[in-house]
């Protein structure tokens, strides 16, 4: 018995509006939430705390000095170990601070007007969460300025199944949505996240009911239908 586009079209259109009307978005419905649909929304900030803490990597240059440029992570102790000046104590110092204190450790007994630059390049304190529709979920540290994308880059990006305008961002308990779409087309601002920060990719409930059966050319196919 063949089965005619007639037939076909309203059973397709009526599993993928079944599909919506069941997976409808939760988050712009939370109690009290001011969920705005404009990226530019979402307060703006640096991303994390710019204090140095334990097992923060960070990349120590001395100008025209190679041996003394390195990367070295901050011990448990709080503590890096350099040449020529030993354990220097970074925790609680800002990147700055710690040029300072390690330019002021070398014009001492060895250089002239040393100039030292450091660059945190992990920082453990600064984390945010990326979950959802990616394709690797999990926990991440911030390494500088990160914005929506970048973070949403470190899980290794959305996943087949993401819908790019159901983008939350959790930030101390309220929600923002990002719209990505228009983020990639430049329409709005990429935001940046900040330390304890929540990123959710939404699911697409089309792109989820096609692929519960098994393709659009499984959910046409008189078996598809009947499964």
């Known amino acids: 018995m063949k089965m005619t586009w007639k037939l076909l079209f309203p059973l397709f259109a009526a599993v993928t509006l079944a599909a919506c009307s069941s997976n409808a978005p939760q988050h712009t419905a939370l109690p009290g939430s001011t969920v705005s649909m404009a990226a530019a929304s979402l307060p703006t900030g640096t991303s994390g705390s710019d204090r140095i803490a334990p097992q923060d990597l960070l990349e120590i240059d001395v100008f ?101 305008d159901k983008v939350t961002v959790f930030r101390n308990g309220k929600p923002y949505t990002v719209p990505l779409a228009d983020v990639a087309l430049g329409k709005v601002p990429d935001p940046m996240v900040m330390a304890g920060d929540r990123i959710e990719v939404h699911t697409s409930s089309t792109k989820e009911a096609i692929a519960d059966y098994g393709g659009v050319g499984g959910l046409l196919s008189p078996f598809g239908l009947l499964r």
């Open 64 to 164: 025209k000095v190679p041996d003394l440029s390195k990367e070295v992570r901050v011990d448990d102790n709080g503590n890096i170990t350099l040449a020529l000046i030993g354990t220097v104590r970074a925790q609680g110092l800002s990147a700055s601070q710690l040029e300072k204190q390690i330019a002021t450790r070398l014009e001492k007994d060895y250089m002239h007007n040393p100039q030292v630059n450091v660059i945190v390049r992990e920082s453990t304190a600064s984390r945010v969460t990326v979950s959802g529709a990616v394709n690797r979920p999990g926990v991440y540290p911030l390494a500088g300025d990160t914005t929506v994308t970048q973070a949403i880059a470190l899980a290794e990006g959305v996943s087949r199944l993401a819908t790019k």
